[in-house]
């Protein structure tokens, strides 16, 4: 049975359990809503235990994602320098000097680095009134962005950590 935490019209995560292989790592399937379509391959089975170590540092990360420099910009252009500065891709034709971004850029990464999101990047950047979540499929060519409340992606993430924390520790306390 799957569970969304939040509100799939805005930003939610959807995941569920799979009850044929419970131990103290978790497997399921997970995936994430964004203004009610489904993102990421839903279908497949992954680690839920590398999910929850990819939202640790989402957590450490909140409340500190404020990107005055990056909040002029275009969406492309945002990707594009997160991206060029985190990964090494881009756009070839930004020139050293363009791909300048914050200090301290890796707390704009909100990518989830299992097989649910292997081909997707995620990069939250909040401004004065709103956060952008900009986001894109490898395979295609421009991202995507979408405009959440301050801390609403933090909050639905942290609820998704806890859950999927409790679950770990009930299934370890099961094994002992």
Same mark, same amino acid.
């Given at each position: 049975?799957?569970?969304?935490?939040?509100?799939?019209?805005?930003?939610?995560?959807?995941?569920?359990?799979?009850?044929?292989?419970?131990?103290?790592?978790?497997?399921?399937?997970?995936?994430?809503?964004?203004?009610?379509?489904?993102?990421?391959?839903?279908?497949?089975?992954?680690?839920?235990?590398?999910?929850?170590?990819?939202?640790?540092?989402?957590?450490?990360?909140?409340?500190?994602?404020?990107? #005055?420099?990056?909040?002029?910009?275009?969406? #492309?252009?945002?990707?594009?320098?997160?991206?060029?500065?985190?990964?090494?891709?881009?756009?070839?034709?930004?020139?050293?000097? #363009?791909?300048?971004?914050?200090?301290?850029?890796?707390?704009?990464?909100?990518?989830?680095?299992?097989?649910?999101?292997?081909?997707?990047?995620?990069?939250?950047?909040?401004?004065?009134?709103?956060?952008?979540?900009?986001? &894109?499929?490898?395979?295609? &060519?421009?991202?995507?962005?979408?405009?959440?409340?301050?801390?609403?992606?933090? #909050?639905?993430?942290?609820?998704?950590?806890?859950?999927?924390?409790?679950?770990?520790?009930?299934?370890?306390? &099961?094994?002992?």
């Amino acid at each position: 049975m799957s569970r969304i935490i939040g509100n799939k019209n805005a930003f939610a995560v959807e995941y569920a359990l799979d009850e044929n292989d419970l131990g103290p790592e978790l497997y399921g399937q997970s995936c994430f809503w964004i203004k009610g379509k489904r993102v990421g391959n839903y279908e497949v089975v992954t680690r839920l235990s590398d999910i929850m170590i990819s939202t640790v540092w989402m957590i450490h990360d909140n409340s500190n994602r404020h990107g #005055e420099f990056l909040c002029p910009m275009s969406v #492309e252009e945002i990707f594009s320098r997160l991206d060029q500065n985190l990964y090494g891709y881009g756009y070839p034709d930004l020139s050293e000097d #363009e791909i300048i971004v914050p200090d301290t850029p890796a707390r704009f990464d909100v990518t989830i680095h299992s097989r649910s999101f292997d081909s997707w990047k995620f990069f939250l950047v909040e401004c004065e009134n709103a956060a952008t979540l900009i986001y &894109k499929n490898l395979k295609d &060519k421009l991202p995507v962005s979408v405009h959440l409340k301050k801390g609403e992606f933090d #909050e639905v993430i942290r609820k998704f950590h806890e859950e999927l924390e409790n679950l770990e520790n009930h299934e370890l306390q &099961k094994k002992n």
